[in-house]
């Protein structure tokens, strides 16, 4: 195969397509509207492993909520897990508010500048900080991301096999990121890459007539990829349990929650329904069957209706457990899962906007 000509004419040729492109076609994203390195900071980290319809909805509130690294870092984390509520992966949101604690504690509330300063704070990888430092100071440093890989894999010609994959070709393709980044507008030029990968080589039916390196490119369709790790599957169970509250009428239900406990490596300080004792569940007693993907697991879940009368025995105690209003439950941090039970059986009369996101299909950490 003849190889992606790299000469310093063609390079500038490919970076003058490429920003040209992302002029008249970028999509209007909330973040891309500001140069603010707090804002960019959560947007990046929102991005990884979530939808951007979902973040779009999702960023707006949680900047609503917490404008400022300082008001994050003030805030207590059962807020800022509420306001992550239907983005998933909630390890990030520890570490961002971590971070935060961290920047307003040693950096006097500022984020470092350059990528190198700003890979040393908790839960900043490589990633992060060059899309940090670019767009939001302009560092000549390239954005490395799937969307990325991708886009470059393709245009190079190269493929994940045996031979080229794992870290020798992730090499290759950093080291091709930073010779194409434009010196002089690398934000626009590492936002531009990662849109042409999100919108135009896409992993499936990459739309070539469309791309501006189409007449550069060596493959012009998909490449050969590692194949994807199998999925498992589990069975569980959940409980739906309800009551009247103190006052009477329709509108004062409780549910029932219970945290997940601290030292879980997975979803702690979560709330989510009651784990079954036994995921069979008899026919009358089913209220709905739900599937959720957490990682590589496809969960089959069963949700029971139990009285409040039966709990004891036909659920296992987990954590603390507490009966909460309807109305209180859609603002709280609640697993993926939960939040997804309560908003199919249509238990969320009173929730605004704010505080109910659209569901990934796969989350939640
Ligand atoms: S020509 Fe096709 S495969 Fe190549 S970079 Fe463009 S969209 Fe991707």
Not at 38 to 49: D, H, P, R, T
């Amino acid at each position: 195969m003849v190889k992606l000509d790299r000469t310093p004419q063609k390079i500038d040729k490919l970076r003058k397509q490429l920003l040209k492109w992302y002029v008249h076609n970028q999509r209007d994203l909330p973040w891309r509207r500001s140069h603010d390195s707090y804002a960019i900071w959560v947007s990046e980290i929102m991005l990884q492993q979530t939808r951007v319809a979902v973040v779009v909805e999702r960023y707006q509130a949680f900047m609503g909520r917490f404008p400022t690294l300082v008001s994050l870092a003030l805030a207590p984390e059962e807020d800022v897990l509420a306001m992550w509520s239907g983005l998933g992966y909630y390890r990030r949101a520890r570490m961002l508010h971590k971070a935060a604690q961290f920047v307003a504690d040693q950096h006097q509330g500022n984020l470092p500048a350059t990528a190198a300063e700003l890979r040393l704070l908790p839960g900043i990888g490589a990633y992060t900080a060059a899309a940090i430092a670019s767009i939001a100071n302009e560092e000549h440093v390239a954005v490395v991301d799937g969307n990325v890989e991708r886009v470059l894999c393709r245009m190079a010609g190269w493929e994940a096999d045996g031979a080229t994959g794992g870290a020798a070709l992730r090499r290759r393709i950093e080291e091709l990121a930073t010779q194409l980044v434009d010196p002089r507008r690398p934000g626009d030029f590492n936002q531009a890459i990662m849109e042409l990968g999100a919108t135009v080589c896409l992993p499936r039916n990459p739309q070539c007539l469309v791309c501006p390196w189409t007449a550069d490119c060596k493959t012009r369709g998909e490449h050969k990829t590692q194949p994807r790790a199998q999925m498992l599957s589990r069975e569980v169970g959940h409980a739906l349990s309800l009551r009247m509250g103190q006052q009477p009428g329709e509108s004062n239900r409780e549910v029932l929650l219970e945290q997940r406990p601290a030292m879980l490596s997975v979803m702690p300080g979560l709330w989510e329904l009651p784990g079954l004792r036994e995921p069979d569940v008899p026919a009358e007693e089913l209220r709905m069957n739900v599937r959720h993907a957490i990682m590589q697991v496809n969960y089959y879940v069963r949700i029971r209706t139990v009285f409040e009368d039966d709990v004891d025995a036909l659920t296992v105690a987990g954590g603390e457990r507490r009966w909460v209003p309807l109305g209180a439950a859609g603002g709280m941090a609640l697993t993926g899962l939960t939040r997804k039970v309560l908003t199919r059986a249509h238990l969320f009369p009173a929730v605004s906007l704010d505080t109910i996101a659209p569901q990934p299909d796969v989350d939640v950490l």
